[in-house]
Structures are given as C-alpha cells and as structure tokens.
C-alpha cells in the first residue's frame, strides 16, 4: 500500500532550542489527489511543510517519495525530487516577463549563454495552455494579479516537473472568480497525477475541492481520511479540539438612531453612487467580489482618498474628511484588507503598534508617557488574550490571528464609535475568526456600529444584521431578515 | 525565499517563548555590540599606542568627530523615515559661507547675527529638501543629489568662489573655545545627541519618525501626517548642517567654499556603522553615537600609528560593509 503514495511522512520530530514545535507529524499523500492540511495557528502544519521543503531540518522521523526515503538539506534537493511550493510569500520578479519568471535560472539557450527568447515564449505557452490559463507568457509578471501570479508559479512548478505541490493559502488574497480559475487549474495538476498539499483556513473551500485531510493539533497529528466521509462541524472540533457550540456568535441588538449616513458616494473608476446608513448597535455586512468597489469605498468613507461626489453624516453633523486624521475624530477606525501592507509596523513591538494610533492618549506636551503606554498595551494584551512573550515582542514574530488582534487593539486605543472592518478574518485561524466574531458582536453594543466587508458567504450571514450588496463599483441590493440568504448574495453580487 | 519560509514558520509556530529571549538577547547586542565593538577597538589602539589614551588625544579625537557627529544625527533621522540626505555636505559648506559673511573683519555684526544667518540658511535648504520630498514625492535620493549639486554652486556664487577669512574672535569660540575644559564643539556635539536622543525617545514626533519609516501606509491610515513628518526631517538635517557649518568656520577661523566635499558619505557611514537601517523604521541614535565615535577613532588610531590615508578610507570602507553583514545576520537569526 504505501508504495502507492507519493509521499509518506511519519514521526516527524522538530524542537527550536528545546521548545517542541512538531511532535509527530504525519502525512500520506496518494498521487492526483488534493490533500487539505488543516489546523489553527501553532498546530505545525508551517513546522511540517517546511521539513518537507528542506527549508529546516527534522530531527526525528521519515519521509519516503514514492517508498525511497529521502533527506533534503535545502529547497533545491526537495525541488529534485519534484516538490515545489506555492505561497503568497513567494516573490517573482515584477519586471520580468511571465515566461522569464517560469525559466528563472533554467532559460533556454542559444550558443550555450544567450537566451533563445523565441523558444522560451513557445514552451511557456505550451505549459500555460496546457493548464488553460489565459495568460500571455510575453506580459510582465508585474502587470497580473495575484490569482495570475499564483497560476503563473503553477505553470513554473509544472514545467520543473513537480509531482509534489505545496499550496499555502492561496486563495485568501484572490476574488472569487479568480478562485474557480485556480481550482481548474489545481484540477488539471490532479489529472496530470500530481499530489497537492492544500493549506487553508476556509473551510467552504476545503470541502469544496479536498480529496483527503489530515490534521494536526498542537504539534502533533491528529486523524486523517477522506473528507467525504466528514462534515464542517466534524472538521472545526477536531481543529479546534473542543466542541464548537456556535461558530458565530452574535448577541448585539440594532437600535433606531441612526450613526452613519452616506449619500450618492462617488469615486470615478472604483465606485458610484453608493448610499448606505448604519444604526447604534448594528454589524453592517458589505458583500461584493474582489474588485468590487468595497475596499475603496471603506478608504474614501475614511478620508485616505477623497469622494468626487456624495455627502456623509455623522451623529447627523455633515462629515467631510480631508484626511484619516478628521475621519478618527469623528469617532472613525478601520481595520484593512492589507494588515501587513498598512496595518502594522512588522519590525516595531506589540507595544508601539498598539499606540500608534493614539500616541496622543499616552502623550502630554509632546512627551510619550512609556508607562501609561505600557500599560495600556498590557491591558489589551490580557483582554485580547494576544499571544505573546511581552509586550516588547516584534510583531513579525507573531501568527496571523495575533497580528490582527493587534490591529484591532490598536484601533480600539481610539476609542471609535464606528468601526469598519476589511475582510477581517482573512489569514487567521478557525478559533482567532471566533474571538473576531465575538469582539465583533461586543463591541456594537453600547451605541456603536460596525461596518464589516467579507467574501465569505457564511460569515456574512452569520454576522450580518443587514447587507449591502457591491458589483463592479454599484450598489446592487441590500438584504435583510429573510431576504438575507445565500442565493439573494449570489445573485446580486455577479 | 527560503528565508521567508523560514521566518513565517518560526513566528507561527513558536511564537512566545524563543523568541522573547532571542528578542532580548538581539537587543543587548543593538544597545551593545557596538559600544563593545567601539571599546575594543580603543583597547587595541591604547595598546598599540600609549598616547592614544593621554586626554589630549581624546579631547582631539572628540573635537574632530563633532562636526561629522552633528552630521550624521541629522542623518539619522532622515534615513529613519527610509530617506537619504546626500547635500549635508554642500548645506554646511553654503551655511557657513553666509554665516562668515556677518562675521568677518572690522565690520563683523554682533555674534548673533552669523549664527542665525548659518542656523537659518541651512534650516531654509532642508525645507526645501524637505517640501519637494514631501509634497511632490521626488525621490529622497534624487531631490538630494539635486541640491548636493545647487547648494554648492550657490555656495561659490555668494562670493565668487573665494574663501571669507579673518573671522570675528567671538564667532570662533564656537570652533576654538573651551568651556570647563571640554572644547565648545563637543560641548555642541553632546548637546544636540542629547536633545535628538530624547526628541527619538519620548516624543510623540519621535514615534512618528518610526511609524513612517517602518510603514508610510500604516502610519497614513493611523492618522500620522506622513508628509509634515517626512518635511521636517530633512528640516531637521538641514538646521544641522547649519550647526555643523558654524561649528568649521569657526574652528578653522575661515569658510572655504569647497569645504565638506563627501562628509554625506562619512554621516552616512556612522548611521549605518551605528545599526540603523537604511530600509528605515529601525535604528538608534547612540548607535550613532558610536558610530561617529568609532569612525573618529579609527582615524585618528590609524594616524598614530604612521597608516597613510589611503589605507585609511580602505579599512573605513570595510567597517561599514563589516557593520552592514553583521547587521543583517542578527536580523535573520533573530
């Protein structure tokens, strides 16, 4: 039997200085088959699919491709034995062509040193057509999207004759469109017989394209199977490790007095005449595909661009920002899309992040009171229950979901009264997206609001007490009580 | 890219106890591995030459370093904020120039006139530096070699590219003279690290001078007034280079028009020397402290010794390179 597998990982053994960060991973992965690899944050997946990659060593255990026993010591021997990986954190060469990017190190040659261009382009269009990828292989990497960079690596993996195929969430940057172009591609490398390690916190999405699972806790290995034979209820617990009694939850009450009104809101080229309101003690959902207009929306409601058209109130007192300074004194905060991109100083400590927003607060005459900032920081730490060895941690050392919590943190510093909220579970874990829920649900109490965009179905639904519907820069519906369902979504947002 | 891999997987996976101690144990060796770098360095010399350790010489090494000192303090906090200031250099050249002008001969103007005339050129230089960065987004790197350039050339222009000697006895106290035994332009040294030390520290703009630098988008969106930060900066350098151009005429009791051709690249060298990085958001000002200390040392270590300056630029050349490797394996192990 295990000679049939591809690839068999068993005991795996990983400590850094003693801590143990893997204690027996384990994986069996069939040829053409797509293999979700699930578990929070700190559970080892990162631990295990970085053994694999020979990126780290392991120090205890075996993997065997295709029933021979393997020992990599770099990213190049693993490569050699046709395991390839495609992340997010990969970076290609914006300035370079897609086919330059696909033959990166192993370009075609003429005369033994110059690159024969014409049979380079040829041959990344034969691999790019094989997957179906409507991509010209003459473009700049730089001018595709995310999606078409992904589908790029794919068609680089393939053409180094990966078998082995390691996928780290890469559809949580992606709209959902691009997400079915990448699932057919990912369903061609299937049929071609290739293995697909598939790492992902969206569950829908497992469910929708995983053939097998396993899943790890704490670092080590939990269960494995089909996941026919399992349900999403089945797959959180066992993540999670306790019984879930409700993935959302959500106990605010929408009052009457209304808190934010927008009309007519217009930014040519991203979104038009956009009005919307929100009430004390409402969760607002925005749905739209990537692309739809909501992000800019949410940047113009908070003065980073100025609208073209359209007016704004708050508290019924006309609100005209000319900058996210104006729009946080009118109570304003806003979590992005991008936590790392202009959420947070990576390099900087828990402690600065956390008061960046709100030096002010901790400040008198100009002076940074360390004290009180401290203080103020532990206190979120402990209400956020933000994993970390002190608050003098650099924020780069920490998971996705902590990162956010932070985030989140620093915009509560502000005390805001309206809170908008940009994909905030993307990246992060199945119980830090509960934590997120339950703050969500908490803190529109109280007279507050919060405005939350999300491409997840289910956690639109499950959190929303009214929607607003986004298609290409419009607003296309808004839904509510039993309007609000998944096919009312799906059908006003495409 | 395997060092991404890697640095992700270590902050997913063990996110709290190592990396508390490695944190600590990297900030011991930003606060100190440079002051262990400066004292060992100092304890080859001394062995090397007994004079280097006798007062004098380290009064003179402290004297020479001051005007690179005030320099590169302005340096660093332009390249916090991700920047550069490549005119330092021409900006003290031109201050001290007009500074001279008021202070020269029988018709010299009261001792506070040159100084606010070398304070205020310098300070106007920089704002431009400063305003076209800000407000129009010229790179740093090009805006700077631009008034590298024009700030020079105003410099001969101002009068017709001949030196302004014999300079008024009060305006060279702040060159020549000495305070309770520590020479004034140490004494200005000290004064302005400290003053820049605490400004870093604990103000709120101190804050806003990382938050740019380790991310302009997440300051913009936290409500930090990225631009008026990036402006003043450069504002900041070029009130320095203000200090700094007062500082030499006066110790040289002349301002030549050619004076400070390249001291950007020694400013440069002790931020970098010092640890701050050049992709900003990350850096100290004792660092460069040390940095200057260091550069200054070796100089003048190496002139005890009979090196020849050509040596000398080769062994400054490989501390900073040395100081940049050392940097970035801290970081990646970190």
């Known amino acids: 039997m295990s000679?049939?597998?591809?690839?068999?990982?068993?005991?795996?053994?990983?400590?850094?200085?003693g801590v143990p960060a893997l204690e027996n991973g384990v994986l069996r992965l069939r040829p053409g088959s797509i293999h979700a690899l699930c578990g929070g944050n700190g559970a080892g997946k990162s631990t295990l699919l970085n053994i694999l990659m020979g990126v780290?060593?392991?120090?205890?255990?075996?993997?065997?491709?295709?029933?021979?026993?393997?020992?990599?010591?770099?990213?190049?021997?693993?490569?050699?034995?046709?395991?390839s990986m495609i992340s997010q954190e990969l970076e290609p060469v914006p300035e370079l062509t897609v086919a330059e990017n696909i033959f990166l190190g192993r370009e075609p040659k003429k005369a033994g040193f110059i690159v024969d261009y014409r049979r380079m382009f040829d041959q990344a269009r034969d691999v790019l057509g094989e997957l179906n990828i409507q991509i010209e292989p003459t473009v700049k990497l730089g001018s595709l999207s995310i999606a078409e960079i992904q589908m790029v690596e794919i068609a680089k993996a393939i053409s180094q004759n990966a078998r082995i195929i390691i996928m780290d969430e890469p559809t949580s940057a992606i709209g959902e469109r691009e997400t079915e172009l990448l699932f057919e591609a990912v369903h061609k490398l299937k049929d071609r017989g290739a293995g697909i390690i598939y790492v992902s916190h969206r569950m829908n999405e497992l469910f929708r394209i995983a053939d097998d699972y396993t899943i790890m806790r704490d670092g080590t290995f939990v269960g494995t199977g089909s996941m026919g034979d399992i349900d999403r209820k089945y797959l959180i617990d066992t993540i999670l490790g306790k019984e879930l009694q409700e993935e959302f939850s959500k106990f605010n009450v929408p009052g009457e007095r209304e808190i934010l009104r927008v009309e007519h809101y217009t930014r040519h080229g991203e979104f038009k005449d956009i009005s919307l309101s929100l009430k004390e003690g409402e969760i607002l959902g925005i749905?739209?595909?990537?692309?739809?207009?909501?992000?800019?929306?949410?940047?113009?409601?908070?003065?980073?661009?100025?609208?073209?058209?359209?007016?704004?109130?708050?508290?019924?007192?006309?609100?005209?920002?000319?900058?996210?300074?104006?729009?946080?004194?009118?109570?304003?905060?806003?979590?992005?899309?991008?936590?790392?991109?202009?959420?947070?100083?990576?390099?900087?400590?828990?402690?600065?992040?956390?008061?960046?927003?709100?030096?002010?607060?901790?400040?008198?005459?100009?002076?940074?009171?360390?004290?009180?900032?401290?203080?103020?920081?532990?206190?979120?730490?402990?209400?956020?229950?933000?994993?970390?060895?002190?608050?003098?941690?650099?924020?780069?050392?920490?998971?996705?979901?902590?990162?956010?919590?932070?985030?989140?943190?620093?915009?509560?510093?502000?005390?805001?009264?309206?809170?908008?909220?940009?994909?905030?579970?993307?990246?992060?874990?199945?119980?830090?997206?509960?934590?997120?829920?339950?703050?969500?649900?908490?803190f529109s109490r109280n007279?507050?609001?919060?405005?939350?965009?999300?491409?997840?179905?289910?956690?639109?639904?499950?959190?929303?007490?009214?929607?607003?519907?986004?298609?290409?820069?419009?607003?296309?519906?808004?839904?509510?009580?039993?309007?609000?369902?998944?096919?009312?979504?799906?059908?006003?947002?495409? | 890219m395997s060092q991404q891999v890697l640095a992700k997987d270590k902050g997913v996976e063990e996110p709290a106890k190592n990396s508390g101690i490695s944190k600590r144990l990297s900030d011991f060796m930003v606060s100190y591995g440079i002051i262990i770098a400066f004292l060992f360095i100092c304890a080859v010399l001394s062995v090397i030459s007994p004079y280097f350790l006798s007062t004098n010489n380290l009064l003179n090494v402290l004297r020479q370093v001051s005007i690179n000192g005030v320099l590169a303090i302005g340096m660093t906090f332009v390249i916090l904020t991700r920047g550069i200031d490549l005119s330092v250099g021409s900006l003290m050249a031109c201050s001290s120039i007009v500074a001279a002008s008021f202070a020269a001969g029988s018709e010299a103007s009261f001792i506070l006139v040159p100084i606010m005339m070398g304070l205020v050129?310098?300070?106007?230089?920089?704002?431009?530096?400063?305003?076209?960065?800000?407000?129009?987004?010229?790179?740093?790197?090009?805006?700077?070699?631009?008034?590298?350039?024009?700030?020079?050339?105003?410099?001969?222009?101002?009068?017709?590219?001949?030196?302004?000697?014999?300079l008024d006895a009060t305006f060279r106290f702040i060159g020549q003279g000495v305070v309770l035994g520590m020479p004034v332009p140490v004494l200005l040294f000290l004064g302005v690290f400290l003053i820049s030390w605490f400004t870093l520290r604990y103000t709120t703009f101190g804050r806003y001078v990382y938050a740019v630098g380790g991310n302009p988008q997440a300051a913009m969106v936290s409500g930090i007034n990225v631009r008026r930060v990036t402006f003043t900066v450069y504002a900041i350098s070029g009130l320095l280079c203000g200090l700094a151009g007062l500082m030499i005429a006066a110790r040289t009791g002349a301002a030549l028009p050619q004076a400070g051709v390249a001291y950007e690249l020694d400013a440069i060298a002790a931020v970098v020397i010092g640890g701050t990085s050049l992709a900003g958001g990350r850096g100290r000002i004792v660092g460069t402290l040390f940095g200057v200390l260091i550069i200054g040392v070796l100089n003048n270590g190496l002139d005890l010794l009979g090196v020849s300056s050509f040596y000398q630029q080769v062994v400054k050349g490989g501390i900073i390179v040395l100081a940049v490797m050392l940097d970035r394996s801290r970081l990646s192990s970190s």
């Not at chain 1, 919060?450 to 298609?471: A, C, K, N, Q």
């Not at chain 2, 530096?129 to 008034?147: C, E, K, Q, S, Y």
Request: no cysteine.
């Open chain 1, 3 to 17: 000679n049939n597998l591809l690839l068999e990982a068993s005991n795996i053994t990983k400590s850094f200085s």
């Open chain 1, 56 to 83: 780290l060593p392991r120090d205890g255990g075996s993997i065997k491709i295709e029933g021979r026993d393997v020992h990599f010591s770099s990213p190049k021997d693993a490569l050699g034995f046709g395991i």
């Open chain 1, 287 to 442: 749905f739209g595909l990537m692309g739809s207009g909501r992000s800019e929306f949410l940047n113009t409601l908070f003065g980073i661009n100025a609208p073209h058209d359209g007016e704004a109130w708050i508290d019924g007192a006309k609100f005209t920002p000319r900058g996210p300074r104006d729009a946080m004194d009118a109570g304003m905060a806003y979590v992005t899309e991008d936590r790392k991109g202009n959420g947070l100083l990576v390099g900087s400590s828990i402690r600065n992040n956390i008061s960046m927003a709100s030096v002010k607060k901790v400040s008198k005459l100009g002076l940074v009171s360390s004290r009180k900032e401290a203080k103020v920081a532990r206190l979120q730490v402990e209400n956020h229950q933000i994993k970390s060895s002190s608050i003098e941690m650099e924020v780069r050392h920490m998971s996705g979901g902590n990162q956010q919590k932070v985030v989140l943190a620093k915009w509560l510093q502000t005390d805001p009264n309206i809170l908008m909220l940009d994909e905030p579970t993307r990246g992060i874990d199945v119980g830090a997206k509960r934590e997120m829920y339950r703050f969500m649900s908490e």
């Open chain 1, 447 to 494: 007279g507050k609001g919060v405005i939350m965009t999300s491409s997840e179905i289910p956690e639109i639904l499950g959190m929303s007490d009214r929607v607003i519907v986004f298609r290409k820069g419009r607003l296309a519906g808004e839904l509510s009580g039993s309007d609000l369902n998944q096919d009312n979504l799906a059908r006003l947002s495409s």
């Open chain 2, 121 to 166: 050129t310098g300070l106007t230089l920089g704002a431009v530096n400063g305003l076209l960065i800000a407000r129009f987004a010229i790179p740093p790197f090009v805006m700077t070699l631009g008034m590298l350039s024009m700030a020079r050339g105003l410099t001969y222009i101002y009068n017709d590219g001949m030196p302004i000697s014999n």
